[in-house]
């Protein structure tokens, strides 16, 4: 008897996963691999059913020889434990970003002589309307909201791009790549302070109130899925910050970062050059206390934002601090730092390690841009936060554009390198 496998990453059986097993049947016995929540988040979408649920869907399933856990995308380890003389999938694996996992088993098969099975992939209007109603149940705010603590507890490090609109919030949502026999996406998304203000043109104080500050937040989760971490600024007032918690907790926010500044805030990556006020750690611990009393779910998080190294008060302040911030309750430290080289950040990261194992860690690397996730994640942080590159990336595009239609009184000039119009509306589903 031959034998075939096919890896499962889904939530639900459908018309198409029948069709492969009645496929696969035709050609030998079938063992099916089930994607670990790990590596299905890395290419798919968030699993809306636990693993262990999802085990036993499959299981359920007849005329199934085996079923086993597929560790990671790729097929390496399965392919050679099991040496299956077939491994069938559906075609959609052909393009795209998935077309780097078809290549690898392509090249595992081909060392021993087994073959790839490609099914014509099921499009059916069966098929796309139970998509669509998973996708819309992880846009829930009640699914969303805990969702940045459960990628905490799965990712060695959960990435969070900047967004502050639709456009953007899709490119989050939808971008993935297929690198180095790697794919991978980003985790979550940042309500940047900073660019939600560039975006309309203001300047990065507590200027743009919290009802636009909200819109941004409505504009993104209309058309995605993944958590939200909102920019918080200082929190204002504790007696307006608990209001804020309150809004951000209904909307489905996933945690608030508010740093420990007072009076006119101004961006961070001005540090000394500006004038900036830190917060007493009495009153800031008083804010935080107060957010955590009002919050209604468990999972709410609120992550408290350190400036001592950007405001040049030393490591013990940073230090001192974080271990106030969580005493008071903090559900999470963000340090941050404009140095070029990420060493105050990796010091300050092995300092609150070697005392405090549980609380995660969130950093944000624009001045220190060399450091990589790997390097962070082994100094224990959990989050990192790309908190402007689209912004700064959109900016100069823009601007280049609109001096080249001047330049030349018409677009031809400019026209090759702007996105043809029909992969923008490719972008855009519409129901
Ligand atoms: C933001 O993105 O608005 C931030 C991060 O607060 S930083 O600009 O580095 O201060
Ligand atoms: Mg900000």
Redesign the pocket.
Known sequence: MKRVYTCFCTDMIHDGHLNIIREARKYGELIIGVLSDEAMVRFNRFPSVSFEERFRMVQQLEGISEVVVQKEIMYDHVIGELKPDYVIHGDNWKTGAMKAIRDNVEELLSAYGGQIIDVPYTYSEKVRHLDANMREKLSMPEYRRKRLKQLIGLCPIVKAL?VHSGLTGLIAEKTIVAYQGELDQFDAM?I??????TAKGKP?IELVDSTSRFRTIDDVMEVTTKPVIF?G?TGGLTEHFVYLVRSLERMGVSAV?I?DKTGLKK???FGTEVVQTQDTVEHFCEKIAAGKATQLTDEFMIIA?IESL?LEQGMEDALNRARAYVKAGADGIMI?S?KKDPEEIFQFCDLFRGENQETPLVV?P??FHSVTEAELAEHGVNIV?Y??QLTRSAFPAMEETARDILRYHRAEEVDARLMPIKNIISLIEEL
């Open positions: 900047e940042w940047s302070s900073l660019c939600d203000s990065d920019d600024d970062i740093e961006n961070s990556l934002r950007i941050h404009r944000v624009t001045s936060i908190a402007n």
